[in-house]
């Protein structure tokens, strides 16, 4: 069974500050990952699809890489700003499963201090 | 905005009432997915529809729960007899035909009091 888990979950930074949000999965047989921001009692928007046969995806000020061997996805969010201060989820989309429905982690919840 | 919209935004309820939800995907998508994401949370899947066959439903989606998309557009989600236990917010997402990313409607939060 996949489960998706994504650390720290709550994180706190300066303004400026360069930042790296982790996600890991446990089954390797994953067909795309999808990073999404969410504000308080908002839905989500989609930041970067990876598929499975790309290593990295890159839009403005983020970046989000992905090594499928070893389960992991990072995002890096570049020179950081008080308007990026939500929860960034993380969801896989495994391989072979007909629905297309992605499996989510918890979230990290981003607080960017002015 | 995804092109996803949901309506009610916000519903409270007594327990014990039945609620409906609806969401209209994008036109051209032929998938439409309803998850449920409670506080502090990730989403997790319910149901999904392939134009207006409903192909899979979760373990989490009780008897009390039913879903119709009757015409292959939009969708709609009832509680029946509703319980505190589920109040959480309700996400429905669609996706274009041959898969790619999902987008998801701005959900509806339910308050079960």
């Known amino acids: 069974k996949q489960e998706v888990t994504q650390i720290p979950a709550a994180l706190s930074v300066p303004e400026g500050e360069n930042l790296v949000l982790n996600c890991s999965f446990t089954d390797s047989a994953i067909y795309n990952l999808q990073w999404f921001r969410q504000d308080p009692g908002k839905g989500l928007t989609s930041l970067l699809l990876?598929?499975?046969?790309?290593r990295e995806q890159t839009s403005g000020r983020l970046n989000a890489s992905l090594d499928k061997s070893s389960g992991r996805s990072t995002l890096y969010i570049a020179a950081s700003q008080p308007g990026d201060s939500a929860t960034y989820l993380c969801?896989?989309?495994?391989?072979?499963?007909?629905?297309?429905?992605?499996?989510f982690g918890s979230g990290t919840r981003l607080l960017v201090r002015p | 905005d995804t092109g996803v919209s949901q309506d009610p935004r916000h519903k409270i309820t007594k327990r014990g009432q039945n609620v409906t939800f609806r969401c209209d995907p994008i036109?051209?998508?032929?998938?439409l997915y309803w998850y449920r994401q409670t506080l502090g949370q990730g989403p997790e899947f319910l149901t999904y529809f392939q134009n207006e066959a409903q192909l899979e439903k979760s373990r989490l989606l009780s008897d009390r729960f039913s879903a119709e998309r009757p015409k292959g557009s939009f969708s709609t989600l009832e509680i029946q007899r509703t319980e505190q236990g589920d109040s959480a917010m309700y996400l429905c997402a669609s996706i274009e035909p041959g898969g790619g990313e999902q987008y998801f409607g701005p959900g509806t939060r339910l308050t079960v009091t």
């Open positions: 990876i598929q499975s046969s790309q």
């Open positions: 969801a896989v989309r495994p391989r072979g499963d007909s629905s297309y429905k992605l499996i």
């Open positions: 036109s051209e998508h032929n998938r």
